[in-house]
């Protein structure tokens, strides 16, 4: 029933930019954390960011803090991840992630979230 798509990912070149988008339909996310994940080849899924659309608190990664910025934006129901400065080492599959706040406060890892994009590729180029 929740259906979350994301968009933006491509190539680009070390030290630039891209904005990743996560559009979320079929359910009400005013009381969810979404957050963004990648997977590298051959990698388990990792924490990149997450947002609360309950406060508008905000989770990062600590490979990802300040370089990394996630927002909502579309009455909650798209979120954003701005990436600058990006590195090789950010190459990955970006994946969003919706699910329920747990006691109001962001999980940060894969099994506390419910629903999935089916990622877009990053790749960052030397």
């Known amino acids: 029933q929740v259906q979350l798509i994301e968009s933006g990912g491509g190539l680009v070149q070390a030290g630039g930019s891209l904005r990743l988008s996560c559009a979320a339909s079929?359910?009400?996310?005013?009381?969810?954390?979404v957050g963004w994940f990648r997977q590298a080849p051959g990698q388990e899924r990792e924490f990149v960011a997450a947002?609360?659309?309950?406060?508008?608190?905000?989770s990062y990664a600590d490979s990802v803090k300040g370089r990394f910025t996630i927002a909502g934006a579309n009455f909650k129901t798209t979120v954003y991840l701005y990436m600058n400065s990006l590195k090789p080492e950010d190459t990955a599959v970006y994946y969003c992630?919706?699910?329920?706040?747990?006691?109001?406060?962001?999980?940060?890892?894969?099994?506390?979230?419910?629903?999935w994009g089916q990622g877009t590729q990053v790749t960052v180029s030397s």
């Open positions: 992630a919706a699910g329920p706040l747990h006691w109001g406060t962001i999980a940060v890892t894969p099994r506390d979230y419910n629903y």
């Open positions: 079929g359910g009400a996310f005013s009381s969810y954390a």
């Open positions: 947002i609360s659309r309950s406060d508008g608190s905000t």
